[in-house]
């Protein structure tokens, strides 16, 4: 299996609080993503990055920031969760022409 | 826009069909990935091809770079088969990952 994991796995948190997700990879791919996935909606893109400290918007980024200081450390921070927000979220990563891996999801409730 | 279409949305088939998921992209694809997602599961990919064919085990999938079209094959299906298939396609010069919808197909025992 390739060397990707997320951290936490599930996580309830109250509206109105900071949550922080922490993908983890040890494959030293390029690109990293942050996707949610909701029902009706298939995947969809948060944020990614292209390389250190270099980011950019997916189509539903609005209340999330990322944060990458290390090739192998994507953060997601959700600056105050609202109950739009919960969801699973999924860590990806890719380089150029190469397979996509997938964390194993982190779900998240904001109550 | 880069955008990627699969069809079916839903699929259900009897056990020992062959499937077929279809997927059309628009053009300068750099690669284009099948994924499999297992109801509660994570997200495994299973192919990423650029040209031509690649199979593995009961699963086969081929591109038309002519026609922007890549399909998936499961040939004897099995109801352990039964999962959500993503296609999703890289293109030059944007390496970020643009998904299709799913198909969530079904397999009858």
């Known amino acids: 299996d390739a060397g990707i994991t997320q951290s936490p796995r599930h996580k309830v948190t109250e509206t109105g609080t900071p949550v922080t997700l922490r993908c983890h990879q040890t494959?030293?791919?390029?690109?990293m993503y942050w996707y949610r996935q909701d029902p009706g909606h298939g995947l969809r893109l948060i944020h990614y990055s292209y390389g250190v400290k270099d980011t950019d918007k997916g189509e539903v980024s609005d209340g999330y920031s990322v944060s990458r200081s290390k090739t192998e450390d994507f953060l997601l921070t959700l600056e105050s969760a609202t109950s739009s927000q919960t969801s699973v979220y999924f860590c990806?990563?890719?380089?150029?022409?190469?397979?996509?891996?997938f964390g194993q999801g982190t779900r998240l409730t904001v109550v | 826009k880069n955008e990627v279409e699969q069809s079916p949305q839903n699929l259900t088939a009897q056990e020992g069909e062959f499937i077929t998921i279809n997927c059309s992209y628009s053009v300068g694809i750099s690669a284009l990935h099948w994924l499999q997602q297992h109801p509660g599961g994570g997200i495994v990919s299973l192919f990423m091809?650029?040209?031509g064919k690649k199979k593995h085990g009961r699963l086969i999938a081929t591109i038309n770079i002519q026609e922007k079209h890549s399909s998936l094959h499961i040939t004897a299906s099995h109801p352990r088969d039964s999962a959500v298939y993503i296609c999703?396609?890289?293109?030059?010069?944007?390496?970020?990952?643009?998904f299709g919808t799913g198909t969530r197909l079904t397999i009858i025992p």
């Open positions: 990806a990563i890719s380089g150029v022409r190469t397979e996509a891996f």
């Open positions: 999703a396609a890289s293109y030059f010069g944007n390496e970020k990952l643009t």
């Open positions: 494959e030293n791919h390029r690109y």
């Open positions: 091809l650029s040209s």
